[in-house]
């Protein structure tokens, strides 16, 4: 996971040098491009621990569902405004509650929260995987 967040602001920056090289009169800020990407740190932590606590519950379902549930982030994210879904449904997903950096700012709350929960769901998860019976 630790990788996941420096591959994550090596790409902000990459894009930041790309587009300060190849646009006509537009400067991108580094530093801002660097903390977009890393801003999205906190929802591959969900997916990671969303494994980790499926795995220790239910673990032949886990794979499927995390999939399942990456399918419905990645829809809601491109065709949920096309469709003019209702917020009761959007809100499902997880990328509804972070700020889409440089355009936004980031929210450090959204964030601290998304990062709570995806450390409550890793400790449920190893616990509920250590009490199993992985003997048999």
């Given amino acids: 996971t630790f990788g996941s967040l420096i ?5 902000g920056w990459a894009l930041a040098v790309f587009v300060n090289s190849n646009s006509a009169g537009y400067t991108a800020n580094v530093g801002e491009y660097i903390m977009a990407g890393a801003s999205y740190f906190p929802v ?28 419905f982030v990645v829809f809601m994210t ?9 917020s009761n449904i959007t809100s499902f997903s997880v990328m509804e509650h972070i700020a889409t950096p440089p355009v936004s700012e980031v929210s450090w709350d959204a964030l601290g929260v998304l990062l709570l929960v995806a450390f409550a769901m890793l400790t449920v998860g190893l616990l509920t995987w250590r009490q199993r019976n992985l003997t048999s």
């Fill in 78 to 86: 491109w065709l949920g405004p096309l469709l003019q879904l209702g």
């Fill in 44 to 71: 591959v932590m969900l997916f990671a621990c969303l494994y980790v606590l499926l795995f220790g519950l239910l673990p032949r379902a886990a794979s499927l569902t995390t999939w399942l549930y990456y399918g």
């Fill in 7 to 11: 591959m994550l602001t090596v790409a």
